[in-house]
């Protein structure tokens, strides 16, 4: 039988702790299709998603997932699973109701109690101060970098890449007041004309309201207009379809992306590299524009539709087994986003929004109610690994990226996972919703 262990046991009461839930398989056989259902006793609250899914564990092997909790008071709190079910490696059902474990909760410090509230991160703005530029020379990329927020930042790093060639260095801003902007120059030399995604990565540190520095980091994205056809590229028409056979149209696909730090890491950046790396070998580069939104907040979702008017909208991050999906609040904490009312965001802009892919775990009804104002809409069913994941996202936008349409991309991009034995058990996560059908 699988064992299951939790760690720690020890909480703070009325602070938020990270648990980690170790699933160890010591039979000689592979155990598949783990559920694992959390409850708790009054007291205990769960932050985010309260079911566990696992397509399998080998032998010998241990799979560790984390949920996030925190105790009203003091005192001794029991976690049960109400539902902890799996098939053996006979393929026989197994059903464990007798799992619990005892977790105590205790009285914070004293200072604990007066402290401060922390200040949020601020979060910086990067602007193009330039015309074009010109093709295939060295030429300065003039960039202002704002602060919009009323927290003073400090040390400053800024450094660009893309396809583009690169001096090589970072950029240096010693402080940057509130409310003020610096102006930096990069040099540069573009191989390749039209509108340039380039992405600009920050560092600095802030005050964070108890007198402790802290550092934090974000990216965004600039478009770049390069040789004599970059403003024509700029002012050119949106396609009616997304996938048709390539023209001269550029389309734009929305990656928004999060990353809660109160829930278990992921790797968006990696899977926004992978499709970088699919779009900048497709012989079609110059009819796309990819558009990354990292760490993103729920008004920056909606900003970002507004202001990029995108024909595809790509979601990775965590999702919750209501379905909701998972994005920061001001303190980089998880807040569930309702479906009902993301869908009407979405809806808003169903006059340019063609498809929308929600890579999140047990997103497939939000893709559902996304997809009655929207023509096709990808979700995912169960609880998708990190690795399903990005490879799905390789296996789609390769066939976009080649003019495919989203349903000859769609067959392609589980086959992949299917063709794989590290993937192939999650190749029925992704599921795909349209509008004729919703």
Request: hydrophobic share 40%; charged share 25%.
């Amino acid at each position: 039988m699988i064992a299951v262990a939790v760690t720690p046991r020890r909480l703070v009461a009325g602070q938020r702790t990270r648990l980690d839930i170790r699933f160890s398989n010591p039979s000689a056989g592979t155990y598949r299709r783990i559920v694992f259902a959390l409850a708790m006793s009054p007291g205990l609250r769960l932050i985010g998603a309260g079911q566990i899914d696992i397509a399998s564990i080998e032998p010998g092997a241990e799979v560790v997932r984390s949920v996030t909790v925190e105790a009203a008071k003091a005192g001794e709190f029991t976690l049960t699973s109400p539902n902890f079910s799996y098939r053996d490696e006979d393929d026989e059902s197994v059903r464990d109701r007798s799992w619990q474990t005892l977790l105590v909760a205790e009285e914070p410090a004293r200072h604990q109690h007066a402290a401060p509230v922390l200040v949020p991160p601020p979060r910086l703005r990067v602007e193009h101060e330039g015309g074009t530029l010109p093709l295939g020379k060295w030429t300065p990329l003039p960039i202002a970098v704002r602060n919009p927020s009323g927290t003073t930042v400090n040390e400053v790093l800024v450094t660009i890449d893309g396809p583009v060639e690169t001096d090589g260095k970072r950029r240096r801003i010693g402080v940057l007041p509130g409310g003020k902007k610096a102006r930096l120059q990069v040099d540069v030399h573009p191989a390749d004309g039209g509108l340039v995604p380039l992405r600009v990565r920050l560092s600095y540190s802030y005050a964070d309201g108890t007198g402790v520095l802290r550092p934090a980091a974000q990216e965004e994205q600039l478009r770049i207009p390069v040789g004599e056809d970059a403003r024509q590229q700029e002012a050119a028409p949106v396609r009616d379809t997304v996938g048709t056979q390539p023209g001269r149209m550029v389309r734009t696909v929305l990656f928004l992306s999060s990353s809660p730090r109160d829930q278990p890491p992921l790797r968006p950046d990696e899977e926004l590299r992978l499709i970088e790396q699919e779009l900048l070998m497709s012989d079609y580069r110059q009819e796309f524009r990819l558009v990354p939104q990292v760490a993103v907040q729920l008004t920056d979702i909606s900003r970002a539709l507004a202001r990029h008017h995108p024909q595809i909208v790509h979601f990775s991050g965590h999702g919750d087994d209501l379905g909701r999906i998972l994005v920061g609040d001001a303190f980089g904490n998880s807040m569930p986003l309702e479906i009902d009312g993301l869908a009407e965001i979405f809806a808003a802009y169903n006059d340019t929004i063609q498809c929308v892919i929600v890579n999140a775990c047990h997103s497939a009804r939000l893709a559902k109610a996304i997809s009655e104002q929207i023509d096709r809409v990808i979700g995912m069913r169960y609880e998708i690994g990190d690795n399903a994941a990005a490879r799905f996202s390789v296996g789609f936008y390769q066939a976009i990226f080649s003019g495919a349409t989203v349903e000859r991309a769609f067959r392609v991009a589980p086959a992949l996972l299917r063709s794989d034995a590290a993937t192939a058990m999650e190749y029925e996560t992704p599921t795909l919703f349209s509008r004729d059908s919703a």
